[in-house]
């Protein structure tokens, strides 16, 4: 008689091998997937936030409680299983990795929804790499032998399981605990019974693993961040909490947990009313912000029925506006028309993950972007007050103009609903000059102006311009460039190089105005967008001729430069007070004759100086100004370890004297999150 039992160890009381097998799998998972989040964490280099004791615990909750159902599998399931998660979640640090070298924050699900927008981000995500980044995926020739190696066993296990089915055998053997034969066949009801019995066990063990981790998960990652919440990170979920505040509570997996909790929230309550005590607290600001500014601007209809062209600059910032670089001036047509215009150099761009759409957003709605994706991807369908629209009510023309695919960031709904006569996108322009993303600015201004001559007068026209987009490699011709001298061949001087450029297509742009005589019957504007996503503060020192502090490159960062022309050249200069994105509205329109009380604007006048000492920047990251300090917040979400600026003399002060401008960013934030996610603006026009 031969006696087959290819698993001795099975017959035996205790784990199973495959399930040993498992579980050491799924321990190099945890541990490999914590270095990866460790590797991540310290890529930021935020101040205030650490990847302590409680952190790590978090962290290891998550990934418990993300991947306990794998334990519920069939064990031939389990490791495929392992290994697909494994991939998707590497996917995601790297992902987040990348996103947040350009635009300081991590992937949020309505940033998935613009997945279709990461194609044309090609250029700038291959800037975006490091060779370090490849330690994230240096795990996956080890995945991948432990998986080649589990099928290997399990096909020799199943060979062997086949030729012994077909043997004599006069007592029974087990194969990795899986099936039992005899000599002869069993009973049926013995059989059955023996079969039902082997499939409850495994079935009951698999369950209570499963439920094991999801319960230590949960216990790991919940109560921490539940006590954080009620203690030191009071209201986290209720507010909208900048995205690396949120993450130094929940770290990367919870914090992408929350916020599809959070995002399926407002989708689903979207159409939910406020309280009627919150919706009279929105009117009451907006009454009491008009009676502070209400006071009277000497230009209110100067400039009534003319023409409106405004320029938004893609990347363009202030602090090499006027400079020169080897003796040339890196933007001279700019510098030729401060000398007859208004230049405020105090002026901050005011976007969050929207970017680009989010300056078009907060110029022409006079309302804050979200703190999470774009306005016009997640609230097209809303209405409200905006530049073309009012314009349109007076008679006005309304075009836009951006020499790319319509559908990026939606635009070809959005400008719908913003009350534009028509959007020109790519294909309305001749690409006689590519550069960059699509048609060199040169050619793209020249081209609008020529269709501005075909439309009726006044008009309202809306430019984006596009070749100084990351990752500024432009190939121009020898006439368009500048000696970069020690910024040759660099990332930062082809920056340079780009803005040059960009500078020279407005100067022609400018006089094919003057040329067709459309120059003195428009208000021409020109600001940046934000800023270039580069950390290059030793070059800015350099280009500057001087030490850069980590304050003054932070503030550069946030400004952008605003320039206005006004036909006849009035009130020309430099001007301090500090401004917005937000206040672009409001300060045209007063010059139109048309009084802003009616509708709901969160910017300003900056023309009105009566509102001079009631004015606060704020910024979507919860950094404001009022020309007397800066406060820039901690990443932490905690008032106190933020860090308040004097501006008079650039360095750190009391940080209480920026608590009550604090309280109001912070309130200001959320009146306007309220406004787009409720759609309030018909709610706060009834009486």
Not at 282 to 310: C, H, M, P
Not at 418 to 443: C, K, N, Q, T
Not at 458 to 478: A, C, G, K, R, V
Not at 569 to 585: H, I, K, R, S
């Amino acid at each position: 008689m031969r006696l087959f039992h290819l698993n001795p160890s099975s017959s035996k009381p205790g784990l199973q091998p495959g399930f040993l097998l498992t579980l050491a799998l799924y321990a190099l998972f945890i541990l490999s997937t914590l270095g990866k989040l460790r590797l991540l964490h310290s890529n930021l280099q935020l101040p205030y936030i650490t990847m302590d004791a409680a952190n790590v615990l978090i962290a290891i909750g998550s990934l418990l409680a993300l991947s306990f159902w794998i334990f519920w599998l069939p064990s031939g399931g389990q490791l495929p299983a392992l290994a697909g998660l494994h991939l998707l979640i590497t996917g995601l640090i790297f992902a987040d990795l990348i996103y947040f070298r350009y635009f300081g924050d991590f992937i949020t699900v309505p940033v998935l929804l613009q997945a279709g927008q990461m194609e044309s981000l090609g250029g700038s995500i291959a800037e975006l790499l490091r060779w370090q980044d490849l330690w994230l995926f240096a795990d996956w020739p080890l995945m991948l032998a432990a998986g080649l190696w589990s099928w290997r066993r399990r096909s020799a296990v199943k060979r062997l399981a086949s030729s012994a089915s077909h043997g004599s055998f006069d007592d029974s053997f087990e194969i990795e605990g899986r099936s039992s034969y005899r000599y002869g066949p069993l009973p049926a009801s013995a059989a059955a019974s023996s079969a039902v019995g082997r499939r409850s066990r495994r079935l009951l063990r698999r369950f209570a693993a499963g439920l094991l981790v999801l319960t230590l998960g949960l216990s790991a990652a919940v109560f921490p961040i539940r006590h954080a919440s009620q203690t030191w990170a009071k209201n986290l979920l209720e507010n909208n909490w900048w995205n690396m505040s949120m993450y130094n509570v929940t770290g990367l997996l919870a914090f992408h947990a929350i916020d599809a909790y959070q995002y399926a929230q407002t989708a689903i309550g979207k159409g939910r009313e406020l309280p009627s005590e919150r919706i009279d607290e929105i009117r009451q600001w907006f009454a009491e912000r008009e009676s502070k500014t209400s006071g009277t601007d000497a230009l209110f209809g100067r400039y009534k029925d003319s023409n409106i062209i405004v320029v938004q600059g893609e990347a363009f910032m202030n602090f090499f506006v006027g400079k020169k670089l080897n003796g040339q001036s890196l933007t001279p047509n700019l510098d030729k028309l401060m000398e007859d215009s208004l230049y405020f150099d105090n002026f901050y761009h005011q976007t969050g993950q929207g970017r680009t759409s989010d300056a078009d957003f907060s110029a022409n709605a006079s309302l804050h972007p979200l703190p999470s994706g774009s306005v016009f991807i997640r609230h097209a369908e809303n209405v409200f007050h905006t530049m073309p629209s009012i314009l349109k009510q007076q008679g006005y023309a309304a075009n836009a103009y951006h020499a790319y695919d319509g559908s990026f960031w939606n635009r070809n709904r959005m400008y719908k609903e913003m009350g534009y006569d028509r959007f020109y996108a790519e294909h309305d322009f001749e690409i006689d000059e590519r550069l960059g993303w699509s048609l060199g600015d040169r050619s793209f201004l020249n081209q609008s102006v020529g269709f501005m001559e075909q439309t009726s007068q006044p008009f309202y026209s809306f430019l984006i311009t596009l070749s100084s987009h990351h990752p500024y490699n432009l190939n121009l011709e020898e006439e368009d460039r500048i000696d970069l001298g020690e910024f040759q061949d660099s990332t930062f001087g082809n920056y340079l190089q780009s803005m040059h450029y960009l500078d020279s297509a407005l100067g022609d742009m400018v006089n094919r105005l003057k040329e067709d005589g459309l120059w003195e019957k428009t208000i021409f504007v020109f600001y940046g967008d934000h800023d270039y996503s580069l950390n290059e503060s030793a070059a800015v020192s350099r280009l500057l001729g001087g030490e850069v502090s980590a304050f003054d490159y932070e503030r550069m960062m946030a400004q952008v430069p605003l320039l206005i022309h006004l036909p006849d050249g009035a009130m020309a200069g430099t001007y301090e007070n500090p401004g917005g994105q937000l206040d672009l509205m409001p300060t045209l329109l007063p010059l139109l004759g048309i009084d802003t009380a009616d509708y709901f604007f969160m910017g300003s006048n900056l023309l009105d100086r009566s509102a001079d000492k009631n004015r606060l920047v704020v910024l979507r990251s919860g950094a404001f100004t009022d020309g007397t300090i800066y406060y820039t917040p901690s990443a932490d979400g905690v008032f106190e370890n933020g860090i308040c600026y004097d501006l008079a003399t650039g360095q750190q002060t009391d940080v209480n004297k920026a608590r009550a401008g604090y309280a109001e960013a912070v309130n200001r934030l959320a009146i306007s999150d309220d406004i787009i996610t409720r759609d309030l603006i018909p709610v706060l026009q009834q009486n």
